[in-house]
């Protein structure tokens, strides 16, 4: 600060100089101050600045008191974080997986790639009574008038509230995975290069991997476990239960052979007999953006799925489509143009001639396969068809009309 008079009419240019090289502020005075009432704002400013903090920081311990009160999850804790400092927020198990991610309103992508990279974010350790848990990260733009360390802190003693509560040791990832599946499977990315890097923050791999998914019907958790427990020693996998389905995303090495894959699904049989429920192993999805695909056509497949077995979409490319197409209103409407007339005379009959068509469908070029695989004699078969083709007006004997069938029955 430099007052200007008598010694100093105007500001040295050299002054001007040094202190634009060297990021000074420099203070020009052109009347006479006193130096008391300097301080005195200043002392003021400090003193308001104080109280504020003091103010945010009680803030800050409402929020996340309530928080923890209202028994509120992981992911709610880490994108209030996020909103209050203004920045994306990360949590992350001590395996550095990822629990949590609040962007903050900014692209995923550029921000876990960065973060992957090595920039340096905030952070706290999540942990109670000797046990740790994780950690918190505040991405380098978060700021808060109480201070970043102060919210992260505040922020990480709720999630260990939290996780003391749970009592469960893998709550955090059965979460992550759940939350992270179905943002997949409702296509709640903005773009597939954020669904990648929200996939390799959590430990997984997209690139130079081999992508599938499994479908387990009727899926209880202890089976569900099992089941991701067999493919967890060959690569990295992920887990949710949908409704009745549990579903599993699974990456394996790029190299894996065919009779490895074979082995494994095996294994998944094995441990479905015993449940007596059946399962799917959906088509290789291409990239992170064929996951979901995948994962509909498996849903396809394992609705039919017999018990103590796992069907197969490789291959089979009708099965995909059915899968991809699942919910348009066009196949609806083909589905309720074909097969109504049949489900209205099974109701009122009790009778079996959906059975018959998907046996039909399945050995289109042998009756006398697709009589046994109905369970029915010759004869019998022959007079279910007669009686399908007068309720639909269909011509059997037609491969494009089969071909309809068949994607009514998937659909």
Known sequence: ????????????????????????????????????????????????????????????????????LRGAPAG?????????????????????????????????APVLDAFRDGEVWERVTVEARGTRWGRLHAHPDAGHPAGVLTVLESAATALALGRLADGDDRAWERAASTALVRDLLDESFATPADARARLESGGFGVRDRTLHTLVVR??????????????????????????????????????????????????????????????????RADGVEGLAASVRAARVLAARAAPGTVARGDGRPLIRLAGELQGDPRLAALRE????????????????????????????TSRTAAAAASGLSRSVFYQRLELIGDLTGADLEDGETLAAFQIALLV
């Open 337 to 364: 143009e074909l097969l109504a007339p049949l489900e209205e005379w099974d109701a009122a009959h009790r009778g079996d001639l959906l059975e018959v068509l998907r046996a039909l469908v399945a050995h289109p």
């Open 218 to 283: 009727d899926a209880e958790g202890g089976l569900l476990d099992a089941v991701t427990a067999l493919f967890a020693a060959q690569g990295a996998v992920r887990q949710a239960a949908d409704g009745r389905d549990g579903i599993v995303l699974v990456s394996l090495p790029a190299g894996i052979r065919s009779a490895e894959i074979d082995a494994l699904l095996a294994a998944v049989a094995a441990a479905l007999v015993t449940a007596g429920t059946g399962a799917a192993w959906g088509p």
């Open 76 to 108: 709610t804790v880490v994108g209030e974080t996020a909103r209050i400092l203004g920045a994306p927020v990360m949590l992350r198990t001590v395996a550095d997986e990822t629990v949590a991610f609040a962007p903050a309103g900014r692209e995923e």
């Open 1 to 68: 600060m430099l007052e200007l008079g008598g010694r100093f009419p105007t500001v040295p240019p050299a002054l001007v100089q040094a202190c634009r090289e060297h990021a000074l502020a420099l203070v020009v005075l052109e009347e006479e101050v006193k130096f008391v009432a300097v301080t005195e704002a200043i002392h003021r400013l400090i003193t308001r600045m104080q109280f504020d903090a003091l103010q945010a920081r009680q803030q800050v311990h409402d929020l996340f008191t309530g928080l923890s």
